[in-house]
């Protein structure tokens, strides 16, 4: 990994999602400018102190040295994004697959010459657009290709939130000083290059179609501020196909709103990323209908994305994971809230419900304590 | 980990919260009854095979031969019910710590045991009642400790699931086949015990209190279900607080349909679990209010609960998940459907996207090609 | 009408749904107990001062002394619920039709004498539970006649409400000052009287069985509370179906949140009152359902039920009301809030609106002012 | 009325709320092109024969030769959108107030006409966008006038549905042969003058505000249809205020989903006509707060355009009218649906249960049939 260091969300979640699907293992990388705190995190983490590099050049001479069998295969970057095109470009060279966040690069140039290299190399790179793993968004994609919807007719993708609000409406020169603001480190867009690119790439996606073009109306909303905050893109495809991809930054209260309908001459499907589970099946003969995933009604390609049995969001693999987390701290004699994981007393008192339970409706609806 | 080889759902659950959290390794265990399966699981997460234990006799042996420093601290039983108590005894008294399945005995007398055991060795026993690691479950705990609610007048749980429906409703041979609906392996309930304990769990870790007796009315739905499918418990606290736990495997349709609503003098609280992330605050004076993870208006122990910035679902780190195991499956050279992760030339377009958007706007809101 | 007069809720309402359905008009009555108030009402609604009656033995004289052609048909008694016995037999012996708010009477014997009454006099008597005129309440009832659940396996209902928080928890002398909490003018019961009721006839309404047992636990929740403020009762059919009441007049907040379950081994439907367009049909292998109004799927019952397109919602009348009221205030020189109705000026700027969009896409998506 | 005879779905409308708001009674109109149309309905109404008139100039002079305190004050106009100018200006001009269907005009140039006539004559005049008469409308519109939003930052609305559909979807001759499609009988467009025009309305209704300027995108989606079937609109309002206006009869399944979003620098309001008395209020920094009618936090112009407690939808009226209309039907002696209206023997059963519960919780909670 490169980047991702200490306090750092997103390598966070990269490590996280790996450890969840259970490929991969890190061995090692470039965690953080500061080598001290590269290897303060290192450290934390329980890896080799030897696999800890100061830069992305180091380590790809330290792996190359290294016999095949032991050589990091992946790397995932998730650095700032001025950072990803060189890092990508001398990783793929150098013969390793690329994990990459989003953007790719700050230029189309630098994303043509990556396309070529990754199809020189034959080597494995991997975008992280992350709503496209989401297997009601995958249901989607099947249902299109396989013609639900009959012709399409129109598209339609939102990404709203709110955050920036309390950067711009603090002082002046907070606005300036914050790096997202600012075209050098930014790119040449802030809402369309960090959030209306999932809307756009969802909707590739899910359709199979290429956007040919656009056109855009962008607001930086505030004097001062130099870069868009909020835009609406009017879109087209081919013939009599057209839609719109809104995405904003300053609406205030919103949290990751992204959302996508697709109409079409028979049908029309929406999923919204807040509740992902629910895929939204409108047609005008028929009821409304709700498509969830573990069910056998569902494409394999959403199957074979969810884990879970029907009724329980992913998100119950967290909750467990807190429960592990309130466990390791009480084995390990750490400070604990009361509630973190149940103990064995909530053992006892569910086995008293249960028979208590029996004990009433054996005599014939009568009450018994517990 | 006792159990949870070969094709099993809980175990495979355990082991991925257990990696999310990132406080435990698993290291060995006995993990089928079938030795040569066990093996062959071991094997496959590549697990040390001298660690792969044939009973969980020779394990605690084989462990506390190792140095304390090698030995295995907690161990994670996810057998069937009836083997929970008499492996967790074992293993407590021999030092280990012990994480379990619920429900963590068969009867209330196995239960105290257990507790009494606990108590004496000081060690950590940790009950997998996982809708209590829901970060707005807990919320829900702290706002009732700190009397948001007033007094309470009312509580109503409910936990409906409709999966049962197409065993009972196959052929008689098939009823009496299933160990679910057999009291030997099943215990003295089906549907309290199975889920009803979860709706009686979820009320007193929420408000704190004690339930002090019931009255229950059970419902074996058909005819040569020797167990409860199906029913409906009357629930007395203390004076004028009185509730209802319902519960049903009979609910065609219904997933994991779990929900508590307690109702106080001042403000009422409802929560549902397929839609973890929502905590509804109820009041006759003002607007309902609707509390979300990670936000500034939670309580500590929710937002250390959390690990997502609001507005993603937990879930979403299974869909980042998915987008790893797409990108491993690349990289062995595997087969993978389309789509299974966002190649270079997803990258490519979205650059294209973005700069398109900005000339368009820069062009006085023009159609740009992408 | 007997009662309904000035600052009567209840029979504005039967007045305003009267009017909508246009087969009644309102031509004397018994508004108020006081007889100058009762004249008061009569005259703001435009009613023949001498059919504005000072009893309801005086209005049975006076009506029956006209001809038949001019005689009132039908009664609307919306008195408190005491006087529905005595106002109700009297008019059916003198020839009426009744119409009448529920509860019908104080005991089961007062109900079983008017039963024999009106089968006797063969008149018609509606009561008006309200709930089941929703066009989707009519759905479900047809969809379970027709087999679409199978066969029934459970029943749940619920009518939760707060209001009463406000009474109780108020001074000790306002709770014994509210007529609701006095036996003498309530009846039995506070709760089950007045809303559990509704739940009870909606199951019996839907799924056309009669609950042949109970069992009940209620609550008056605060001490020196005569009747039930809460409770919940179990209830029987025949062998194999169960279910539950669940009725309360202290969940703080919930507004009148009566819904509805009904699980059968086929499938499940789910409707909750306010948000009433919405029916839901569960099946464990099928995508979730919801079925609406006025689309061709539904049953012919269901569709009579219903005077608007789909989509809009029938409260759209009460909205276009609202525009005639404003309306009306203007016209008479009332004062009236800016809002209240859509001005000519409002059509200009839509007018320019159309044109204007219209222009901006004939002039190749150019900027067009208003 | 002028128009809105015998299968009228608006004029049906238009009587039905005048009717709800009780201050306007149909005295006479021209209902249809056909005399002996016009005719048969003002018998089917009860309307005095005389005062149903052949032509608009003929009711114009008939209703002028009456007495001024008997005389028509207000008409509707509910014809097709061509007639609405010429019938407006002359009913106008004569003195009579009038409440008028959208569109107003077919062009601006006649708007500023009619905008003028009232503005001379000092009449009343009201153009029925019936949606600004929801009463969570006018809360948004109270809300955003007293400043809760902030400074204003983006507007998003959108009217979807999808009724076209099975008429492009038909034969080539059909699609031609529909009015709506057909500019001399629709005007400049179809979906942006259909309902397009209510998005804005709603817009410039709730922020207070004008539109300055549109960029459009419209598509006919079909082969061989002239009008715009479907579009975006790119609006603007003063600096740094932006927004979208979406529109579409082509999106299937959609019934009348019109949404408005208003985000501000504080804080931002949504409201869905779908779902028309949930008012949302999202934040930053607080919980999502849910407004609904018939409360007290909500402004005074909100609370005078509801008249139903809270928790009843208004569309309750209707299912209570269409109790009295089954309760009409029984009472002529016309054939009825069971369970058109609630009868004497649900009364009954209604006893017995109350009865039955409050037994049963007298004696300790026993079973007690019914």
Redesign the interface.
């Given at each position: 990994m490169i980047g991702g260091g200490i306090g750092a969300?997103i390598g966070?979640?990269?490590?996280?999602?790996?450890?969840?699907?259970?490929?991969?293992e890190l061995v090692g990388g470039v965690f953080d400018v500061d080598y001290e705190r590269s290897k303060q995190f290192a450290g934390n983490e329980g890896i080799d102190p030897s696999r800890c590099y100061e830069t992305v050049d180091s380590l790809i001479k330290g792996e190359l040295a290294l016999p095949a069998v032991e050589r990091m295969?992946?790397v995932s970057i998730v650095t700032p994004n001025a950072l990803h095109f060189g890092f990508a470009k001398n990783l793929l060279n150098s013969g390793f697959?690329v994990?990459?966040e989003?953007?790719?690069?700050m230029?189309?140039e630098?994303?043509?010459e990556?396309?070529n290299i990754?199809h020189d190399q034959k080597l494995?790179?991997?975008?992280?657009?992350?709503?496209?793993?989401?297997?009601m968004v995958?249901q989607m994609?099947d249902m299109i290709a396989s013609g639900t919807l009959g012709t399409l007719?129109?598209i339609?993708a939102q990404y709203?939130?709110?955050?920036i609000?309390?950067i711009i409406?603090g002082t002046e020169s907070r606005i300036t000083g914050v790096w997202r603001l600012d075209p050098k480190h930014a790119?040449?867009?802030s809402c369309?290059?960090d959030i209306?690119?999932h809307a756009?790439?969802l909707i590739?996606?899910t359709t199979g179609l290429?956007?040919?073009?656009?056109?855009?109306?962008?607001?930086?909303?505030?004097?001062g501020v130099a870069l868009?905050l909020?835009?609406?893109?009017?879109i087209?495809f081919g013939k009599?196909?057209?839609?719109?991809i809104?995405a904003?930054q300053?609406?205030?209260?919103?949290?990751?709103?992204l959302t996508i309908?697709v109409?079409?001459?028979?049908?029309?499907l929406k999923w919204s990323?807040?509740?992902?589970?629910y895929l939204t099946?409108?047609?005008?003969?028929?009821?409304?209908?709700?498509?969830?995933p573990a069910?056998?009604?569902n494409d394999k390609?959403a199957e074979?994305?969810?884990?879970?049995?029907?009724?329980?969001?992913?998100?119950?693999?967290?909750?467990?994971?807190?429960?592990?987390?309130?466990?390791?701290k009480?084995?390990r004699g750490e400070e604990f809230?009361p509630?973190e994981?149940?103990?064995?007393?909530?053992?006892?008192?569910?086995?008293?419900?249960?028979?208590?339970?029996?004990e009433?409706?054996r005599k014939d609806?009568?009450?018994?304590?517990?």
């Open positions: 969300f966070d979640a990269h490590r996280r999602a790996s450890r969840i699907c259970n490929d991969f295969e992946s697959h994990v990459c989003k953007p790719m690069t230029t189309v630098e994303a043509e990556l396309e990754v494995t790179f991997s975008l992280t657009h992350t709503y496209t793993g989401y297997p995958r994609k007719q129109r339609d709203y939130q709110g955050w609000n309390s409406h790119g040449a867009s369309m290059g209306g690119v756009f790439n590739e996606y290429e956007i040919e073009e656009v056109l855009s109306d962008l607001n930086p909303v505030k004097e868009d909020d835009g609406t893109v009017l087209r009599n196909l057209k839609g719109v809104r904003s300053v609406c205030g209260g919103e949290e990751n709103n309908a109409y079409g001459s028979k049908a029309s990323q807040e509740n992902p589970n099946l409108l047609s005008d003969s028929e009821p409304t209908k709700i498509f969830k069910h056998g009604y390609f074979m994305s969810h884990t879970m049995p029907s009724g329980h969001p992913e998100g119950i693999y967290e909750a467990l994971a807190n429960i592990y987390k309130g466990t390791a009480s084995i809230t509630g994981f149940p103990t064995v007393h909530d053992g006892v008192r569910g086995m008293k419900f249960i028979h208590a339970v029996v009433s409706n609806n009568t009450w018994v304590k517990i």
